[in-house]
């Protein structure tokens, strides 16, 4: 299981980003998608996870209606579009996957991409 997140960087608040999470060498299809964050000196919390079989998606409170999870089957990509940031939004956001129905987890994945770091400040 080989993933690739990109799409971080610095923006100021209320900007937005798309991140994405790539995969190689495997059918995301298959795989449930979550996308963690971490943010300094803070633990790893779950931000969003997206479904193997009907897309559905589900989010933390503090980001619903700003963050949107979607899967492009033809690029075996997953996307997290993030929009009205904030600065409690900076973290290290990592992507996972979980084969079958059952989303992944900090303790339960079948494979973890590299973080890439979003940053918001003016």
């Known amino acids: 299981v080989q993933l690739q997140a990109s799409g971080g960087g610095l923006v100021q608040p209320g900007g937005s980003l798309r991140l994405s999470c790539a995969a190689s060498?495997?059918?995301?299809?298959?795989?449930?998608v979550g996308w963690f964050r971490q943010a300094p000196g803070k633990e790893r919390e779950w931000v969003s996870c997206?479904?193997?079989?009907?897309?559905?998606?589900s989010y933390v409170d503090s980001v619903k209606g700003r963050f949107t999870l979607s899967r492009d089957v033809a690029k075996n990509t997953v996307y997290l579009q993030i929009n009205g940031l904030k600065p409690e939004d900076t973290a290290n956001y990592h992507c996972a996957v979980r084969l079958g129905e059952l989303y992944p987890t900090i303790r339960n994945s079948d494979g973890w991409g590299q973080g890439t770091l979003v940053t918001v400040s003016s």
């Open positions: 060498g495997f059918n995301l299809g298959y795989y449930a």
């Open positions: 997206i479904s193997n079989s009907d897309d559905r998606t």
